[in-house]
């Protein structure tokens, strides 16, 4: 079994959003804090396919 890479991009914010990828799957993983969702909503990685 292969393993996958994993990378993980924090926001500047320490409680802010963070967007991780895994390697060999085509989908993204956004987490933010309730009180984010808005500024979350208006990113462009939430317009894509498989977020």
Not at 17 to 35: D, F
């Amino acid at each position: 079994m292969n393993g996958a890479a994993n990378r993980i991009f924090p926001s500047r914010e320490p409680t802010g959003t963070l967007l991780a990828e895994i390697g060999n799957w085509t989908g993204k993983l956004l987490v933010a804090p309730r009180s984010q969702l808005d500024q979350l909503s208006k990113s462009g990685e939430v317009r894509r396919t498989g977020v």
